[in-house]
């Protein structure tokens, strides 16, 4: 890999302290990839109708027009969207689909209002991708290309193949922080008083800041220690040796960083809390600079944990349209939200274990997770979704 792509990635993470980085870096992205610009984006189900909104976008474009376009064409983009989105749902990658896909003639593709009007300012052929396979309507890639640059090629989609990964996991990964981040842009306030434990890692795993949250995972939970010289450790290494090699993996080595593809969740390490019945959910990934956190240099690591036991976000409304959950159902999900066991839900709710356990099952099947853990990261997660720019 190239030097300067190597730092593109590199740039990438470090959105995840400083999500003011966004738009230069996704024109320069929509450059690597002999692409105009580019956009990230979600489908918003929480209405009364269902909107395109832009999430970043890169720099070169306007505001006004980016949501003049979206609210004009709302439905063909919808429709559109909808096509990228069913041709690169299955497996673990994120596959860049080629507008040319969309429709049997490219003459009918052309035809499009939608195209037409991108035609008058220079652009032409499109490509999109779900960065997240496991909530389909969050996190959706697109590139324009102009005019005189015709459909995306082979050579680009397989560059693309080198940066959507971590993009795809930086994304998800520190969507709770970005609304505080950029709402109040004051660093050490925000991580302090996030509603999850957040910690930065010197280049070999030396605890430089931790937050109060973080600091009572460490105290109470007891599952991380700091070791003699200052580096943060899994303190039993023989109940899971694989998760610990994987946690050891994340911290020192920049390769095991986005190889998940749009399945990013998998990338964590949940970390069993066997006395409690609930988990750690840690994801890791690089950060070295930012405006607002300075200077920390390569080979930092930023961690955050959400604990599936501590009462999380709870987006009521967007969850319960996301998911087309029943009222039950959507009780039930704040109740796990809240930290409550299931047998603690079936007496609040007065139902059996066997009708809580079903109802989990369901829940699980409508949200992609595999188990109570992955449902608290996709509460707190979904929950976190934002968009901004004048998008809606």
């Known amino acids: 890999m190239e030097a300067d792509d190597i730092d593109l990635i590199a740039r990438i993470y470090d959105t995840a302290l400083d999500p003011s980085i966004w738009p230069e870096l996704m024109l320069r992205i929509a450059h690597k990839l002999g692409a105009t610009g580019a956009f990230i984006f979600e489908l918003r189900l929480d209405e009364e109708?269902?909107?395109?909104?832009?999430?970043?976008?890169?720099?070169?474009?306007?505001?006004?027009?980016?949501?003049?376009?979206?609210?004009?064409?709302?439905?063909?983009?919808?429709?559109?969207?909808?096509?990228?989105?069913?041709?690169?749902?299955?497996?673990?990658?994120?596959?860049?689909?080629?507008?040319?896909?969309?429709?049997?003639?490219?003459?009918?593709?052309?035809?499009?209002?939608?195209?037409?009007?991108?035609?008058?300012?220079?652009?032409?052929?499109?490509?999109?991708?779900?960065?997240?396979?496991?909530?389909?309507?969050?996190?959706?890639?697109?590139?324009?290309?102009?005019?005189?640059?015709?459909p995306i090629t082979p050579s680009e989609i397989k560059k693309a193949n080198q940066f959507l990964p971590h993009i795809a996991k930086v994304i998800g990964m520190s969507r709770p922080l970005e609304e505080q981040l950029i709402a109040?842009?004051?660093?050490?306030?925000?991580?302090?008083?996030?509603?999850?434990?957040?910690?930065?890692?010197?280049?070999?795993?030396?605890?430089?800041?931790?937050?109060?949250?973080?600091?009572?995972?460490?105290?109470?939970?007891k599952v991380f220690r700091k070791g003699t010289n200052g580096t943060l450790q899994l303190i039993d290494v023989t109940t899971n040796p694989a998760q610990a090699k994987h946690y050891h993996d994340l911290v020192v080595s920049d390769d095991a960083h986005g190889v998940f593809g749009a399945r990013a969740r998998k990338e964590a390490v949940v970390i069993d809390l066997e006395k409690t019945g609930t988990a750690l959910f840690v994801e890791i990934c690089p950060v070295e600079a930012s405006i607002r956190s300075g200077k920390l240099g390569a080979g930092c690591r930023l961690v955050t944990v959400i604990d599936t036991s501590r009462h999380v976000k709870f987006d009521r409304k967007r969850l319960q349209s996301f998911y087309q959950l029943s009222a039950s159902e959507t009780e039930i999900l704040e109740l796990v939200a809240k930290g409550y066991t299931n047998i603690e839900i079936g007496e609040i709710r007065n139902r059996s274990q066997d009708t809580v356990k079903s109802q989990m099952k369901t829940l699980m099947r409508k949200t992609n997770s595999q188990n109570r853990t992955d449902l608290v990261h996709m509460i707190h997660n979904l929950s976190a979704a934002i968009t901004y720019n004048g998008a809606v």
Do not use: C
Not at 71 to 96: C, M, P, W, Y
Not at 184 to 192: A, N
């Open 49 to 150: 109708h269902p909107q395109i909104a832009s999430r970043i976008y890169s720099s070169n474009y306007s505001p006004e027009i980016v949501s003049w376009y979206l609210k004009t064409f709302n439905e063909q983009e919808i429709s559109d969207q909808g096509r990228f989105a069913e041709l690169s749902q299955k497996g673990n990658e994120v596959d860049l689909i080629s507008d040319i896909e969309l429709r049997p003639k490219i003459s009918d593709l052309l035809a499009q209002p939608n195209v037409a009007f991108m035609m008058t300012r220079g652009l032409k052929h499109r490509a999109g991708a779900l960065l997240n396979k496991d909530l389909v309507n969050v996190d959706r890639f697109a590139l324009q290309f102009s005019i005189d640059h015709g």
């Open 184 to 221: 109040k842009g004051i660093f050490e306030e925000v991580l302090r008083n996030i509603g999850q434990g957040v910690a930065i890692l010197g280049p070999r795993g030396t605890v430089l800041y931790a937050n109060t949250e973080f600091e009572r995972y460490l105290s109470e939970h």
